[in-house]
T-cell receptor, first 111, second 114 residues
Framework: EDQVTQSPEALRLQEGESSSLNCSYT??????LFWYRQDPGKGPEFLFT???AGEEKEKERLKATLTKKESFLHITAPKPEDSATYLC????????????FGSGTKLNVKP | ETGVTQSPTHLIKTRGQQVTLRCSSQ?????VSWYQQALGQGPQFIFQ???????GRGNFPPRFSGLQFPNYSSELNVNALELDDSALYLC?????????????FGEGSWLTVV
């Protein structure tokens, strides 16, 4: 069964304390892996798309990496404004138009 | 800002009623998909429309239906509302072939069924 699992469910960091979020997936025929940021009451905001194992993308304090079974979102020296829920999604499987989302990691960065 | 706009932003309906949610896609995007997001969960795929035809559907019953118009805007209709339909309904647009398969979300419509 195609699915996406994110860990941890919640993460509390001090400002400046770097960490990583994990997204593991099982899907046949991966067409892409996507990271989104979602603030409370808002729609998900696109961050990165990764297409193949070994690929990396960076944006400010965020860096996303991809292997054949999982992706990591590394957050370097986070700031309070990085607090949000980070969602991972994969596209693939039998219904190739469908994005499978994980339940997200809720990140709280304390000043 | 993604350019995907949804309306209404919030609404309250009674069980058994029907609701229509609307979405305008980002300029240049010809594909629209709809997702349901329950509190504390990730979005769940409802269906996708491309060139006014449904071309993919998730595990939602037939009382969830949609339309796409020639200008690529879209509607999500839900009949016979149930309490469990209370959720954030997200519309996302994309243009396959331009920059990959990335979908861009609107801010969503919050539906409460009482």
């Amino acid at each position: 069964e195609d699915q996406v699992t994110q860990s941890p469910e919640a993460l509390r960091l001090q400002e400046g304390e770097s960490s990583s979020l994990n997204c593991s997936y099982t899907v046949s025929g991966l067409r892409g892996l996507f990271w989104y940021r979602q603030d409370p009451g808002k729609g998900p905001e696109f961050l990165f798309t990764l297409y193949s194992a070994g690929e990396e993308k960076e944006k400010e304090r965020l860096k996303a990496t991809l292997t054949k079974k999982e992706s990591f979102l590394h957050i370097t020296a986070p700031k309070p404004e990085d607090s949000a829920t980070y969602l991972c999604a994969v596209q693939g499987g039998d219904n190739f138009n469908k994005f499978y989302f994980g339940s997200g990691t809720k990140l709280n960065v304390k000043p | 800002e993604t350019g995907v706009t949804q309306s209404p932003t919030h609404l309250i309906k009674t069980r058994g009623q029907q609701v229509t949610l609307r979405c305008s896609s980002q300029s240049g995007h010809n594909t629209v998909s709809w997702y349901q997001q329950a509190l504390g969960q990730g979005p769940q795929f409802i269906f996708q429309y491309y060139r006014e035809e449904e071309n993919g559907r998730g595990n939602f019953p037939p009382r969830f239906s949609g339309l796409q118009f020639p200008n690529y805007s879209s509607e999500l209709n839900v009949n016979a509302l149930e309490l469990d339909d209370s959720a954030l309904y997200l519309c996302a647009s994309s243009s396959p072939g331009q920059g990959g398969n990335t979908i861009y979300f609107g801010e969503g419509s919050w539906l409460t069924v009482v």
